[in-house]
T-cell receptor
């Protein structure tokens, strides 16, 4: 049971390049989230998907797009990377009916550097 | 924008001592208030969580104290060990649908021998 799997683990991009971060969970969870973590700022929500077929903006959605490909997979796309998007990105998921505060599971993170 | 204020930013404790981290929240959503532990290079992992209708919850060496009237909650780590050295985050339920959390800015704990 892998839990929440993110790829790639590390990536260096040039300003203006595009890329997609992949996330998959094998726990049959309904809700999935993308967070970014920056020094001194905690985790901030970029986008979330409450269920398959739905996506909504979080606190910091500008410069990002998401796709909920199916129940298992939730991808995050940077269309034109900027240095301000240098960060650690975490995908997370929870089961429908559960509380995020009690049962959210995080992936191991994707370290992205934009030069 | 709803905030969660976490303090201190960093903390050094001697082995066997008590580590105390505090959070103040704004949201009044009725849901779990969690603490997460994060080791370098890893994702956050749920450590302990409390419902707002309970004033204290203890799991092993970890205790959450919750003060609803003051909108504050704290994490106490008793008999702190070097293996507890990590970054700790508190979070508050945001309400408004989507089962979202607002996170504190984190506390780097170092437990020295």
């Amino acid at each position: 049971n892998a839990g929440v799997t993110q790829t790639p683990k590390f990536q260096v991009l040039k300003t203006g390049q595009s890329m997609t971060l992949q996330c998959a969970q094998d726990m049959n969870h309904n809700s999935m989230y993308w967070y970014r973590q920056d020094p001194g700022m905690g985790l901030r929500l970029i986008y979330y998907s409450a269920s398959e077929g739905t996506t909504d903006k979080g606190e910091v959605p500008n410069g990002y797009n998401v796709s909920r490909l199916n129940k298992r997979e939730f991808s995050l796309r940077l269309e034109s990377a900027a240095p301000s998007q240098t960060s650690v990105y975490f995908c997370a998921s929870i089961l429908q009916g559960e509380s995020a505060g009690n049962t959210i599971y995080f992936g191991e993170g994707s370290w992205l550097t934009v030069v | 924008q709803q905030q969660v204020k976490q303090s201190p930013q960093s903390l050094i404790v001697q082995k066997g001592g008590i580590s105390i981290i505090n959070c103040a929240y704004e949201n009044t959503a009725f849901d779990y208030f969690p603490w997460y532990q994060q080791f370098p290079g890893k994702g956050p992992a749920l450590l302990i969580a409390i419902r707002p209708d309970v004033s204290e919850k203890k799991e092993g060496r970890f205790t959450i104290s919750f003060n609803k009237s003051a909108k504050q909650f704290s994490l106490h780590i008793m008999d702190s060990q070097p293996g507890d050295s990590a970054t700790y985050f508190c979070a508050s339920p945001r309400g408004g649908g989507g089962n979202k959390l607002t996170f504190g800015t984190g506390t780097q704990l170092k437990v020295e021998l």
